[in-house]
């Protein structure tokens, strides 16, 4: 199995947050199964810090080694993302999420994620 996780689910792994629930924590940190990061998340929480709706104790580049340090490879965004991305249905109106959405299922990992929104789409999805 490999996992893709929703921006959420890292940064509660990172700042050790209680809302990560100890499954999800164990499957991140087993090096036997690939973990994966979109891009877009990245894109997304530097974003919402540069605008101030986002807060963290640590640096981006911090955060950014992190994902390296823990062997959290990072997803580009490639044409059949895209592709998958222009066929989705509009179930979210959230562009970061609908783009991770479509790399989830362009490829076919399992989604980490408490967003229930994202549930509507046709997508391996865990969060226990």
């Known amino acids: 199995m490999a ?6 689910a890292f940064l509660w792994f990172v700042s050790g947050d209680s809302k990560l629930p100890t499954s999800v924590c164990d499957k991140i940190m087993d ?3 690939p973990c994966f990061l979109s891009v877009a998340s990245l894109w997304e ?3 919402k810090k540069q605008l ?3 807060e963290l104790n640590i640096s981006l580049e911090e955060l950014f080694d992190y994902a390296d340090r823990n062997q959290i490879e990072i997803i580009q965004i490639n044409y059949d993302h895209l592709h998958t991305l222009s066929i989705l249905p509009n179930h979210h109106s959230d562009p970061f999420d ?4 479509s790399q989830a299922i362009s490829e076919k990992l399992i ?3 408490r967003d229930k929104g994202l549930k ?3 997508a391996n999805q865990q969060w226990k």
Not at 98 to 101: F, H, K, Q, S, V
């Open 98 to 101: 609908r783009l991770i959405i």
């Open 52 to 54: 101030g709706k986002l």
């Open 45 to 47: 929480i530097t974003i």
């Open 120 to 122: 509507k789409y046709k």
């Open 31 to 33: 090096m036997n199964q």
């Open 111 to 113: 989604l980490i994620t």
């Open 3 to 8: 996992f893709l996780l929703d921006t959420h």
